[in-house]
Nanobody, 122 residues
Framework: QVQLVESGGGLVQVGGSLSLSCAAS????????MGWFRQVPGKEREFVAA????????YYAVSVKGRFTISRDNAKNTVYLQMNSLKPEDTAAYYC???????????????WGQGTQVTVSS
């Protein structure tokens, strides 16, 4: 079992930045592909970014491309999401996830964190 805990969410102004962290425990972290997703009430869970096991390859949703950066530090069992130039539409609960595949689909991830709220004021 892999346990994931997100942190770093908060309230920021338009154009500001936040750094999210996802700490993993319970099992080998480097064996999993990792992803970040976000969700607002009443809407489908949305892909944000993904990173392969080694951290060498990343993929981003069009909506965040050029503004967000996903990275991982396997020695620290942690995945990061650096969020810059934040917009009101970035407001959501952000979740990290672990799974066997490098994927943009939430259905292909097996383990999820509890989420951390990001609110961007307008």
């Amino acid at each position: 079992q892999v346990q994931l805990v997100e942190s770093g969410g908060g309230l920021v102004q338009v154009g500001g930045s936040l750094s999210l962290s996802c700490a993993a425990s319970g099992r080998s972290f480097s064996s999993y592909n990792m992803g970040w997703f976000r969700q607002v009430p009443g809407k489908e869970r949305e892909f944000v970014a993904a990173v392969t096991r080694s951290g060498s390859t990343t993929y981003y949703a069009v909506s965040v491309k050029g503004r967000f950066t996903i990275s991982r530090d396997n020695a620290k069992n942690t995945v990061y999401l650096q969020m810059n130039s934040l917009k009101p539409e970035d407001t959501a609960a952000y979740y990290c996830a672990a799974g066997p595949n490098y994927s943009t689909s939430w259905r292909q991830y097996d383990y999820w964190g509890q989420g951390t709220q990001v609110t961007v004021s307008s």
